[in-house]
Nanobody, 115 residues
Framework: QVHLVESGGGLVQPGGSLRLTCVAS????????MGWYRQVPGEQRDLVAI???????NYADSVKGRFTISRDNAKNTVYLQMNSLKPEDTAVYYC?????????WGQGTRVTVSS
């Protein structure tokens, strides 16, 4: 059993920054890819950023240059540094970890960008 817990969401003004953290616990052998997704009510869950076990990253076009994903393998943790936040970044953010054939999701953390 693997459990993912996100933290770091909240309310921030446009132009501000937040750092999301996702920690995995449980029966973990190795983690392949780690990613962040976001979802707005009534819409599909979209990829924000992903980092593979070689450190290669990929970002949604809408966040390139503003968001940075990173991972700490020793801590089974993935981070998402979000800068220059915009109102359209408002969503529930979910972390995702791929371990072999299994994909695990966190419960989500809400980010609201508003003045």
């Amino acid at each position: 059993q693997v459990h993912l817990v996100e933290s770091g969401g909240g309310l921030v003004q446009p132009g501000g920054s937040l750092r999301l953290t996702c920690v995995a616990s449980g029966s973990i052998s190795s983690i392949d890819a780690m990613g962040w997704y976001r979802q707005v009510p009534g819409e599909q869950r979209d990829l924000v950023a992903i980092v593979d076990d070689g450190g290669r990253t990929n970002y949604a076009d809408s966040v390139k240059g503003r968001f940075t994903i990173s991972r700490d393998n020793a801590k089974n943790t993935v981070y998402l540094q979000m800068n220059s936040l915009k109102p359209e970044d408002t969503a529930v953010y979910y972390c995702d970890m791929l371990m072999g054939h299994y994909n695990y999701w966190g419960q989500g953390t809400r980010v609201t960008v508003s003045s």
